[in-house]
Nanobody, 126 residues
Framework: VQLQASGGGLVQPGDSLRLSCAAS????????MGWFRQAPGKEREFVAT????????VYADSVKGRFTISRDNAKNTVYLQMNSLEPEDTAVYYC????????????????????WGQGTLVTVSS
């Protein structure tokens, strides 16, 4: 599967952004999807994941209550709605995919994902 992330940009603290990740190649609804981010000088960290059914969702504590992950299997797209953005959210955001055999499997570790998009930069600054 090939992944193309988009939607990043420069916003002010408190603003919102919606990232999209379009998938192509294999059957999208066989994949668990995840979002990760990497700030300058830091390791890539988990943000959110969603099962292929959409029934299981996990968030990092740092974004819980502010970010929402969702997917549209008909459009082969996963989204990350980011509200109340903070300067600490500044990073390159990556979407990731991993094929699964169950509707409720999700992955939170970056090494569990084989497929990655190219990243989209989110900068939160006043």
């Amino acid at each position: 599967v090939q992944l193309q992330a988009s939607g990043g940009g420069l916003v002010q603290p408190g603003d919102s952004l919606r990232l999209s990740c379009a998938a192509s190649g294999h059957q999208f609804n066989m994949y668990a999807m995840g979002w990760f981010r990497q700030a300058p000088g830091k390791e890539r960290e988990f943000v959110a994941t969603i099962s292929w059914s959409g029934s299981v969702i996990v968030y990092a504590d740092s974004v819980k209550g502010r970010f929402t992950i969702s997917r549209d299997n008909a459009k082969n797209t996963v989204y990350l709605q980011m509200n109340s953005l903070e300067p600490e959210d500044t990073a390159v955001y990556y979407c990731a995919a991993e094929i699964v055999g169950s509707a409720v499997v999700v992955y939170t570790r970056r090494w569990e994902y084989h497929y990655w998009g190219q990243g989209t930069l989110v900068t939160v600054s006043s």
